[in-house]
């Protein structure tokens, strides 16, 4: 069966921007809370950090995630049907 990679990495893309929106809302919420959880996820001590949250900067990995996981995503769809 192929895949439809075109239609994978949009999907891929949409995916991964919904992500980066819920989870810079939770920082914006609960700004604490995430830097405890992400210092525990990156086994690390965070403490003294803070999040700088700006609408460039959010708008800036808004698109750097949608474009990165869709490429990744075509190139793996792409890889997977010339395996075939």
């Not at 810079?24 to 830097?35: E, R």
Request: charged share 5%.
């Amino acid at each position: 069966m192929k895949i439809n990679a075109n239609k994978m990495a949009l999907s891929v893309g949409i995916a991964f921007a919904l992500a980066w929106i819920a989870c810079s809302v939770m920082v914006w919420l609960m700004p604490s809370q995430m830097m405890a959880m992400t210092g525990s996820m990156v086994h690390a001590d965070l403490s003294m950090m803070t999040w700088e949250m700006t609408t460039s900067g959010f708008l800036t990995g808004l698109v750097a995630w949608f474009v990165a996981s869709g490429i990744t995503t075509w190139m793996a769809g792409f890889l997977y049907n010339r395996l075939l």
